[in-house]
């Protein structure tokens, strides 16, 4: 008997490549357990239930377990499928959330850069502005000073009303 050497890390599919001497990569991802549809699928069911790019510090690992697929699998799908890193779409994620704040609301308004960041789960204020550079092409504080004035120049009746006293 062969005998192999394998760690508590190895996964099921290295197991079973190693044990019948084939890579079973293909095979589990062309149209079984981890399809490429499979895998959108269950990728984004988790994302938007769970929110976990709102856990600062969270991982590919993190996230490979919580929707039982190989971390590598995932990492191929998400290079693949999305032409990005893992870090690169969660921070794709995050951005999108700070984008979908209510710039106007009293509550967030009051709020840092940082604790912003923090909320939409980013670990440093360098790592916010370049993700929010990298998908905007603008800074945050660029981003939201442009958002709260179109919102309040354009949406609301204050507004409106200060437009046509310029006028005036």
């Known amino acids: 008997m062969v005998q192999h050497n394998l760690t508590s890390q190895t996964s099921t599919t290295q197991v079973l490549s190693v044990v019948t001497g084939t890579d079973l990569m293909p095979s589990l991802t062309s149209q079984g357990l981890f399809s490429a549809e499979n895998l959108k ?52 994620f995050r951005v999108e959330y700070l984008k979908s704040i209510p710039i106007l609301d ?35 504080s660029e981003y939201f000073s442009r ?5 309040v120049q354009e949406f609301s009746f204050a507004g409106s009303l200060m437009r046509a006293e310029q006028r005036n």
């Open 106 to 140: 009293p509550e967030w308004r009051r709020l840092t850069l940082e604790a912003l960041g923090r909320k939409a789960g980013f670990n440093s204020r360098n790592t916010l502005i370049k993700a929010f550079k990298k998908c905007t092409g603008e800074c945050p």
């Open 147 to 151: 958002s709260a004035k179109f919102d």
């Open 41 to 92: 699928v269950r990728l984004s069911e988790f994302i938007e239930g769970e929110k976990p790019f709102l856990r600062a510090g969270f991982t590919l690992t993190d996230m490979a377990l919580e929707i039982d697929v190989p971390r590598h699998v995932l990492s191929h799908f998400i290079n693949k499928e999305y032409g990005m890193n893992f870090n690169s779409l969660i921070n794709s």
